[in-house]
């Protein structure tokens, strides 16, 4: 079943698969740019020297 489904996934035959692939799409986007986020407030939060010690 799960062999189907992934050939399913990697040629798409009809347009069932499509709103499954967006929306795929669309949550791997939001993870990257979470990801992207968070790593430049690291950076930032590194960069800002501590003054209250």
């Known amino acids: ?3 189907g489904k992934l050939t399913s ?3 798409p ?9 967006h929306f795929v799409a ?5 993870v990257v740019m ?3 986020l968070v790593a430049a ?3 930032l ?3 800002v020297p ?3 010690e």
Do not use: Q, V
């Open 1 to 3: 079943m799960e062999h």
């Open 9 to 11: 996934l990697l040629a």
């Open 13 to 21: 035959t009809g347009t069932a698969t499509l709103p499954l692939l």
């Open 26 to 30: 669309y949550r791997l986007w939001w």
């Open 34 to 36: 979470t990801l992207t």
């Open 41 to 43: 407030a690291a950076a």
């Open 45 to 47: 939060w590194r960069l």
């Open 50 to 52: 501590r003054t209250t």
